[in-house]
């Protein structure tokens, strides 16, 4: 069921929002306590989020953090400098440096997983740093991130319990498909190898009547078409178009996703996120 928020609660626009998260996030880098602090707060917000139509935010990396596992490069890109061994397994992704010893893989920045009450438990660890611009006259922020992955060596390693064939990743692969038809390999099957220098690139495209979103450049340009205001309370959204009537819920929309990971003709990997998003009453 639906919530309101009361008369009295205070708004607050999310380009003003999302400046106080980059900041205290930057700040709570490699502290756990202003994390786990962070994410309840995000989850048990105190004022509505208002996002008025012709909201914009330009989302672009930088490789002015790097480590010798995977960090960004230019282009909303990663770059794999360790080559690795990937594969499924029940569900879960796994990651192997030498097809011997496995990762689970666990990666929960800001601890928003009540379980990992542990930080050690991550199998790996952030480093990054997040700059920004705000054009108030036009209601847009640009955002620039650097990002990197860190090896936690006080992780578990462990064994896979099924042996499976190695297959080196080339051009033209299809990983990831709804249709399992058009795979290539089915990773649940076989490991991957994917050799140091690949690069990891993620395309989105986000249509529909609520918001849109691509990257044709090497950067992501997100831009809200109608107004939205969002009220979170003790791990649940309320929404409204018209901060007047706040009946709007997942059911009100219809998601029409097609996400897809595929390999170059360059052995890149590219994840593709094709999303369409209605509001449909």
């Not at 594969?87 to 192997?96: E, L, M, P, V």
Request: glycine share 2%; charged share 25%.
């Amino acid at each position: 069921s639906c919530f309101k928020p009361s008369s009295n609660t205070p708004h607050r626009d999310i380009i003003t929002w999302a400046k106080l998260i980059i900041d205290r996030l930057n700040g709570a880098k490699n502290n756990s306590d202003a994390q786990k602090k962070l994410s309840k707060e995000l989850m048990e917000n105190d004022s509505v989020l208002d996002i008025y139509k012709g909201t914009k935010f330009i989302i672009e990396s930088n490789d002015l953090i790097k480590s010798d596992l995977l960090h960004a490069i230019g282009g909303n890109s990663f770059i794999v400098k360790r080559a690795a061994y990937v594969t499924f397994d029940k569900n879960q992704f796994w990651i192997s440096f030498n097809n011997k010893n496995w990762y689970l893989y666990q990666f929960d920045p800001l601890n928003t997983n009540p379980n990992n009450v542990d930080p050690d438990k991550q199998n790996f660890l952030p480093d990054y740093n997040f700059k920004y611009k705000i054009d108030k006259d036009n209601n847009s922020m640009e955002v620039e991130y650097s990002f990197a992955f860190l090896e936690n060596h006080r992780a578990k390693l462990e064994k896979l319990k099924a042996e499976k064939a190695v297959v080196n990743l080339g051009p033209n692969m299809v990983l990831a498909d709804k249709d399992s038809n058009k795979l290539t390999y089915d990773l649940t099957k076989v490991i991957l190898y994917i050799p140091e220098n690949t690069v990891i690139k993620g395309k989105f495209f986000f249509s529909g009547n609520v918001l849109t979103a691509n990257n044709e450049t090497d950067k992501i340009e997100i831009n809200f078409i109608r107004d939205i205001f969002i009220y979170i309370k003790n791990r649940m959204i309320s929404m409204s178009f018209d901060n007047v009537n706040w009946n709007v819920n997942l059911l009100s929309f219809r998601l029409e996703p097609k996400i897809t990971t595929v390999s170059d003709e360059k052995n890149n990997i590219i994840f593709n996120f094709n999303v369409n998003l209605n509001y449909i009453k």
